[in-house]
């Protein structure tokens, strides 16, 4: 049976959820749109105020993707909100759709909400058993497509407006803490970050996806006014930052 698992990751999460199907996955971020045809297709993403990654939303628009089943698994430091809905949604642009769609709940990466650390292993100690029943559905061929219920959509755009206000993702820096080791700009998924004089710049092309400031060995790098604390500070302890550097590697 031919399988195409798709993921998109900043800190782990999905990466590592994504392999529990396919020991090497493919970064949405590295490839490019295309047409797809498998006998099962795969989407691993994390939610971004109850969406779906920018980034994720453009690929799934420009590609096309053949397959009797396919299905999507959200990680996410709450509820999915609308994202299952949405990947349906950008699926039926190329005349697919979404056989079924499953949350996970994990440590969330979000600097301004940061998932207190007993939490943070209740969820990981949890995670295997919810993946098992997801995996064992997909197996199945299992369906849940009536389940999937779009949220207001308004809610969800001042939600994610609001956020980018209140954490000033949109307004990046690196502090005089910053050492140049240029870290912040070989993790990030997006090409985003170029160093010049050994210092981070940011582009005009940022996903949100809070990779920069997590893996910031200095916390040298700011949102706004907002910094990582060191109880925010999270990177799934299955991968390893080496291992997103690699799978972000256009090479």
């Known amino acids: 049976m031919k399988q195409l698992i798709f993921y998109f990751t900043a800190t782990g999460n999905s990466l590592h959820v994504a392999k529990q199907f396919d020991s090497d996955p493919i970064n949405i971020a590295i490839q490019r749109p295309d ?8 989407f691993v993403f994390p939610v971004y105020c109850g969406e779906m990654p920018a980034v994720l939303k ?5 590609s096309r993707f053949e397959s009797p089943y396919i299905f999507a698994v959200a990680t996410c430091g709450g509820v999915p909100g609308n994202a299952l809905a949405q990947a349906d949604e ?3 642009i190329g005349k697919a759709r979404l056989s079924y769609g499953a949350s996970i709940t994990l440590p969330d990466n979000c600097i301004l909400f940061a998932t ?10 949890n995670e295997s058993f919810v993946l098992k029943k997801i995996i064992d559905d997909v197996n199945e061929g299992a369906t849940n497509l009536h389940k999937m219920k779009k949220l207001v ?6 939600s994610w407006f609001g956020m980018r206000k209140m954490i000033g993702t949109d307004r990046k ?15 990030c ?3 985003n970050i170029v160093m010049v004089k050994d210092r981070p710049v940011f582009g005009m092309h940022c996903t949100d996806c809070f990779g920069c400031i997590q893996h910031c060995p200095e916390s040298a790098i700011r949102f706004g006014m907002i910094r990582k604390s060191e109880s ?7 991968i390893t930052v080496a291992e997103l550097i690699r799978r972000n590697s256009r090479r």
């Open 35 to 42: 047409r797809f045809v498998a006998d099962r297709i795969g």
């Open 58 to 62: 453009r690929f799934m628009r420009l």
């Open 90 to 92: 950008f699926l039926k």
């Open 116 to 125: 207190p650390e007993h939490k943070k292993q209740e969820l990981l100690q």
């Open 153 to 158: 959509a308004i809610g969800t755009a001042f």
């Open 173 to 187: 820096k690196a502090t005089s803490k910053c050492v140049g080791c240029g870290l912040c700009a070989s993790v």
């Open 189 to 191: 998924p997006m090409l």
């Open 232 to 238: 925010s500070y999270y990177l799934h302890p299955e």
